[in-house]
C-alpha cells in the first residue's frame, strides 16, 4: 500500500511539473523573465515584498474581485523583477499567466495580420493573468497606438486581472502628452492599483558589485 501511495504522489508530482513546464513555454515570451523569483527578492523594499507575496498567496480572492497592478518607476527599481515573481509563482501554483513587453506583443500580432491577431487576442482574453513590462516604449506610432488599444480593451472585456510595469510618471499616465493615449491609460487605471517602485538602482548596484568582484579577482 505504501509503495503504490508513493508511486501515486510521485506520478501526480511528474504531472504538476510537465503542468509548470507546459505553461511556461506557453507563457513566458521572454526567457530572462524565468529568473524572476520570490526566492531572489532581497526584501530591501520591504513593504512592497509582503504586498508582492500577499498578491501571490491571495491570489484566487485577487482573480475573483479582478485586482490588477501598476508598478511604476525609474528605470532599474525593480518594476519587472516583482512582477516576473508573481507570474512565475503562479504558474508553479498552475495559473495559466502571460507575460510578456509590449512592443513584442503588438510584433507578433503583425506577423500574418487576421491569423496571429486573432490567436492572440483570444489567449488576451482567457489567460488567468495577463503581464504586460514596458508600457510606454510603444508610443509615437498610429501602429503601436492601435495595437495597444486592442490589447488592453480586450483585457478590460475579459473581466481578469492585469499586470502592467512602465517608466510612465502617473501624471503622464492621467495627462498624456498624445491625448489618444488617455483612454487606454484610462482604463489601465481603472484596472490596475498602482505602485510605486523606488530606491537603488538594482542594475547600477549589480554593476557596482561585479565591479568589486573583478578588483578582488584581479587584485588591481
Request: charge should be positive; proline fraction near 4%.
Amino acid at each position: 500500500t505504501e509503495t503504490r501511495e508513493e508511486e501515486e504522489r510521485q506520478a501526480r508530482e511528474a504531472q504538476r511539473l510537465n503542468r509548470v513546464k507546459m505553461l511556461k513555454e506557453q507563457g513566458i515570451a521572454d526567457p530572462q523573465y524565468l529568473k524572476h523569483h520570490i526566492s531572489k527578492d532581497d526584501k530591501k523594499n520591504a513593504k512592497l515584498s509582503e504586498a508582492v507575496n500577499r498578491y501571490i498567496s491571495k491570489w484566487q480572492e485577487i482573480k475573483e474581485k479582478n485586482i490588477g497592478l501598476l508598478f511604476y518607476g525609474s528605470v532599474g527599481r525593480g518594476k519587472t523583477f516583482y512582477a516576473g515573481c508573481i507570474a512565475n509563482s503562479l504558474i508553479e501554483q498552475g495559473t495559466p499567466v502571460i507575460m510578456t513587453n509590449v512592443p513584442a506583443l503588438i510584433t507578433a500580432m503583425s506577423k500574418d495580420f487576421e491569423k496571429d491577431k486573432s490567436s492572440i487576442l483570444k489567449r488576451i482574453s482567457y489567460v488567468d493573468l495577463l503581464v504586460l513590462d514596458d508600457l510606454g516604449v510603444e508610443r509615437n506610432t498610429a501602429y503601436g497606438y492601435e495595437k495597444l488599444q486592442e490589447i488592453i480593451d480586450t483585457r478590460y472585456r475579459s473581466g481578469k486581472p492585469l499586470i502592467v510595469t512602465t517608466n510612465l510618471p502617473p501624471k503622464e499616465l492621467k495627462e498624456p502628452e498624445d491625448i489618444r493615449y488617455k483612454r487606454v491609460y484610462d482604463r489601465i487605471l481603472e484596472m490596475c492599483h498602482p505602485i510605486h517602485v523606488e530606491g537603488e538602482s538594482r542594475r547600477e548596484a549589480k554593476a557596482r558589485d561585479m565591479r568589486e568582484e573583478a578588483k578582488n579577482i584581479l587584485n588591481i
